[in-house]
């Protein structure tokens, strides 16, 4: 039962970052109509990187699509992490309305990291 329960979330947590990535490149989804100010000056700022944006949006795909496969989920999990940190700083300094869903999502991936532990120990083992 742990094993289905996990696969779904990491499946809905892939897809929301593939959903995310995606949107780097299409910009499909529309932006909120009250987001504090500091926010959009944060993004108007990544968008002058020209580079910027895509990556991230590549590797949110990339996660993404990792978490969602079994056999590498723990890779996916590693990926995102990253991308979670730099999530939850932005929400802590600039939205904290944001806060529960990324510390949901957060949950999500340490749970994949924990339950995949042995899958790490040949990276730091001598």
């Given at each position: 039962m742990k094993t289905k329960i996990l696969f779904v979330l990491?499946?809905?947590t892939g897809l929301m970052f593939i959903n995310a990535g995606c949107d780097k490149f299409f910009h499909y989804m529309p932006m909120p109509k009250e987001m504090p100010e500091k926010m959009v000056k944060a993004g108007q700022?990544?968008?002058q990187?020209?580079?910027?944006?895509p990556l991230v949006g590549a590797m949110e795909i990339l996660g993404g699509l990792l978490l969602i496969i079994p056999r590498t989920k723990a890779?996916?999990?590693v990926v995102l992490v990253p991308l979670l940190t730099g999530i939850l700083l932005a929400n802590i300094s600039m939205a904290p309305s944001?806060?529960?869903i990324v510390l949901v999502l957060i949950a999500i991936v340490l749970w994949v990291i924990i339950d995949n532990w042995e899958k790490y120990l040949p990276m730091i083992r001598k």
């Open positions: 990491c499946l809905l700022a990544f968008m990187i020209g580079w910027l944006m890779l996916g999990a944001g806060l529960p």
